[in-house]
């Protein structure tokens, strides 16, 4: 599967930007897809996940503010971030396995078989 991130950019502290993750080889209903991030210097962690039948999961610190969408027609995973702030900052990156996980293991980078390459969001005044 072949991934491609976008939608990132500059954002003021509150504001909001919608990511997408659009595929190619593979539909985003047979597959486990996240969104994961990485600021400079930190791990690679888990933001917010999709599973096969649609069921979402998030960080405690995403609850609320982001939503994990997907468009089947455009085979798109989409991450919805609003009131975003500082500690936001990161390189966004979509991730896909076809394997159905078990919640516990969507948070492990490891599990997921292939990457897009990364998208900057960058929350500053």
């Known amino acids: 599967v072949q991934l491609q991130a976008s939608g990132g950019g500059l954002v003021q502290p509150g504001g909001s930007l919608r990511l997408s993750c659009a595929a190619s080889g593979r539909s985003f209903s047979s597959l486990t897809t996240a969104w994961f991030r990485q600021a400079p210097g930190k791990e690679r962690l888990f933001v917010a996940g999709?599973?096969?039948?649609?069921?979402?999961y998030y960080t405690d610190s995403g609850k609320g503010r982001f939503t994990v969408s997907r468009d089947t027609a455009k085979n798109t995973v989409y991450l919805q971030m609003n009131n975003l702030r500082p500690e936001d900052t990161a390189n966004y990156y979509c991730?896909?396995?076809?394997?159905?996980?078990?919640?516990?293991?969507?948070?492990?980078?490891?599990?997921?078989?292939?990457w897009g390459q990364g998208t900057q969001v960058t929350v500053s005044s």
């Open positions: 999709i599973k096969r039948g649609g069921s979402t």
């Open positions: 991730a896909t396995t076809p394997r159905s996980l078990i919640v516990s293991s969507m948070w492990q980078k490891e599990e997921y078989d292939d």
